[in-house]
């Protein structure tokens, strides 16, 4: 971890967006549930909140998983960001090329990272409708929003009334 020939790299996802697609891809569903808590599907976001800080798994535990200081010289990405980041990292390490780019860029490609796909994104609002939501997930996820710089900015609801 600290050989600077070694070209260091992580992925990372805003936590409000990945909390939220894994309650809508794993909270919600019984066998899910019953296989990481040993408990039936929630009923409701803030139910799941409180679960998870109990229920320890890696679809909800804090990305930060190694002490802060292996961060530092390390890649991150993110997710609004994975093509642009790809290009860089495979860039770096010598393995860009054409062939690489038109793979990323196939429908085959895109259809098969779809079925993961809970469009938590387009869903942000509805789950994340007041500050008090997201002061939840700020807090919780403090590491997070510190070691990889997610802005912890309230949404904008007025954008969307």
Sequence with gaps: MFNNFWTKAVFVREPRERILSSFL?????????????????????????KLIKQCKEPHWSSQVRLPRYFYKNTMIGKM???YTFTQKLLTKIGAWNDT??????????WERSRHHATNAREKLFQYYNDTKTQDI???MFADDYEVFKFDKKYFNFNKYL
């Design 100 to 109: 690489i780019k038109d793979w990323l860029h196939s429908k085959e490609q």
């Design 80 to 82: 609004p960001d994975i």
């Design 25 to 49: 891809d794993k909270g919600l569903n019984k066998a899910s549930m019953m296989q990481f808590c040993r408990r039936p599907a929630v009923k409701s976001f803030s139910e799941f909140l």
């Design 137 to 139: 997930i700020f807090e």
